[in-house]
């Protein structure tokens, strides 16, 4: 999956911001909403950054974000940003390139972690994002709600004039870019079931954005304990 991540999002990437990105407004409540989570001036390390369309808000509310992601077509984009922050191409699915506890708070936006290579991806990740959070950080995923793929029927994909999603198992869509002739599946399984997939590393739980939206909020393992102490 890692592979089609990257053939995706470099193919899409000069019409990302137009065709796929949420407007300004919206990028900006959600931003901040994910962002009251996290501790003042935080160390923000953004999975996924893209073409770093949230950079700015994080930025205006005094964190300092770092960004990370697998398309070197998307970080091209988002190094001419106006106020640059550090870019790192990398697999955050593998080992992330970073030293233990350098981060105050972990945020994966637009659904990026919707689409694992595998599914015991998630509990690597997991302690993988436990290893570079500081004590009492927080980690924050941006994503799609079960009802929304449920809206979606099996034999019959939505389709609009430069896309298209079909739905292709119980807990799986696939996203085809029409302009690019690439595609990408995402992994969208009850959110019950979210926990166990971050198990044992992170403590999981799901807010509502909205009726297609959902953010999983995690600490590592223990650090509620912890702080108990």
Same mark, same amino acid.
């Given at each position: ?19 796929? %990105? ?12 994910? =962002? ?20 700015? /808000? *994080? ?8 960004? /990370? ?24 699915? !593998? =080992? ?41 950080? =927080?980690?924050?995923?941006? *994503? ?13 994909? *939505? ?9 292709? !198992?119980?807990?799986?869509? /696939? ?28 403590? /999981? ?19 509620? %304990?912890?702080?108990?102490?």
């Amino acid at each position: 999956m890692t592979d089609d991540a990257r053939a995706f999002f470099d193919a899409i990437a000069r019409r990302y911001d137009r065709a796929y %990105a949420p407007d300004s407004r919206s990028t900006r409540e959600r931003v901040a909403k994910v =962002a009251s989570f996290f501790s003042p001036r935080a160390r923000v390390l953004d999975l996924g950054v893209g073409t770093g369309r949230e950079l700015s /808000v *994080l930025q205006d509310l005094g964190f300092r974000p770092t960004g /990370v992601d697998v398309s070197p077509a998307m970080l091209a984009l988002c190094a001419r940003r106006a106020r640059p922050v550090p870019l790192v191409e990398a697999d955050f699915w !593998s =080992a992330l390139p970073f030293d233990a506890a350098a981060f105050d708070a972990v945020l994966a936006l637009h659904g990026t972690l919707a689409h694992p290579p595998r599914l015991d991806a998630y509990a690597a990740l997991g302690a993988e994002v436990a290893r570079v959070l500081a004590p009492h950080g =927080a980690f924050v995923a941006e *994503l799609p709600a079960r009802a929304w793929l449920e809206r979606i029927p099996m034999d019959t994909p *939505l389709e609009a004039h430069d896309r298209r999603v079909r739905r292709v !198992s119980r807990d799986e869509c /696939v996203y085809d870019d029409l302009v690019t002739g690439t595609s990408i599946t995402a992994f969208i399984p009850e959110e019950s079931r979210w926990a166990a997939l971050f198990s044992p590393a992170m403590d /999981v739980r799901i807010e509502r954005l909205d009726a297609d939206t959902i953010l999983l909020v995690g600490r590592a393992a223990g650090a509620h %304990a912890a702080a108990a102490k």
